[in-house]
Structures are given as C-alpha cells and as structure tokens.
C-alpha cells in the first residue's frame, strides 16, 4: 500500500514538472532574427506594462490599487534585477537602457479596465501596433522590450512578449510569447512577480540566441 502511495506520488510530481515545461514552451515569431545575432549593440527599453490585465473575478473592484500598488512594485524589482549590465551580460552585446520612454506609458492604464472576468490575449498584430506606436528617442538601431500581456488568477500563469525590434522602421525583427508560473510564497507583489522573473529567465536558456 505504502509503496503504491509512492508510485503514485512521484507519477503525480512527474505530471505536474511535464505540464509546467510544457506551459513554459514559447511561441516565436521569426522576421529578422539574423539582425538580432549580428547587432553589437541594443536598446534596452525594459518592461511594458501598457496592455497588461489582470483576469481575476475576485479582484474586479481593485483595479485602482493594483494600478496604484503593485504595477510600480513590478517595474520596479524587474528593473533593479534586469539592469542594463545584467541584461548585456546575458545578451553579450553592447546595452543602452532607456526604460523612461517604454515605462512612462504605464500612465495610459485605464484602473477600471485592468482587471477582467476572462482570460486576456493580445495577437502578434496588437504586438506589431504597439511597437509602431512608440514615441522613441532613438531613431535607428536594435530595440529590446518585454511585453507583458496578462495575469491569469484562475490557471496561475503569466505571458509576455520578449521582443526585438527595428527601431528605424518598428519591424518586429524576433518576437517570443513566453509563460511563467508564479511564485509560492510571499505577499501578492512577489508572488507575481516571480512569473515574470520566469518568463525572462526560461527564454534566456531556452531560446536565446536565436536560432533559424
């Protein structure tokens, strides 16, 4: 019995690890991405927040303290952790960071549209406008932004874009829509953030540099 108990056990752990890697497998989109391994330099733009939502029922009267409260919070751990001497020696290039001009349109967030009752996806189309959209000092060159799409309360996931793109003409040249599962412990801050720690750090072993 106790031995069945086990088994049992270590199928069910087995399971669990499987369906994780799996929810970890990234979607590519491919245009350029020679233009990505053979830049010297990028443009570090940071962390996009400007279409992220939320899908938790529970929470669809706290738009205003998620967006007051936790979104800077989010910003502001990634951006210590992420620091553009990090993000160089991960990429082995060149980095110029300029989260200024990708994190100020945090301030576009409607509080009462971040928070939904259902599940929230932002097709590569969405992705490419929003890139054209950017209001970017820089005028050429290689740029680097992670695009956080939405956190899913219900199935525990987090999904963002990390996204390289050409600043001259706002191609995306190689895009990766990533989930990251959150973590188990702490207050809600670190709990989610934990997911975006994920995204960033599975894609970095996995797919980076990018391969044809």
Request: charged fraction near 25%; glycine fraction near 6%; aromatic fraction near 16%.
């Amino acid at each position: 019995m106790k031995r069945s108990i086990i088994i049992l056990s270590l199928l069910v752990t087995i399971s669990t690890e499987l369906n994780c890697q799996k929810m970890k497998q990234g979607i590519q989109f491919k245009n350029n991405i020679e233009s990505v391994n053979t830049a010297q330099e990028i443009v570090y733009y940071g962390w996009d927040f400007s279409r992220f939502k939320i899908t938790d029922g529970s929470k669809i009267n706290q738009g205003q303290l998620l967006y007051q409260t936790y979104i800077p919070a989010w910003i502001g751990l990634l951006n210590e952790r992420y620091n553009a001497t990090k993000v160089s020696k991960h990429l082995k290039k060149r980095v110029k960071e300029n989260f200024w001009a990708i994190q100020n349109l945090v301030k576009i967030i409607n509080p009462d549209e971040l928070v939904q009752f259902q599940s929230f996806e932002l097709p590569i189309d969405s992705i490419k406008n929003l890139i054209k959209s950017y209001d970017l000092p820089e005028k050429e060159g290689i740029g680097f932004v992670l695009i956080l799409e939405s956190y899913n309360e219900p199935e525990k996931y987090v999904t963002g874009f990390v996204t390289f793109f050409d600043i001259e003409n706002r191609e995306i040249l190689w895009a990766t829509k990533m989930r990251g599962l959150p973590g188990s412990k702490w207050g809600f801050t670190k709990y989610v953030y934990e997911a975006f720690v994920e995204i960033y750090d599975y894609w970095l072993r996995k797919y980076y540099p990018p391969k044809n």
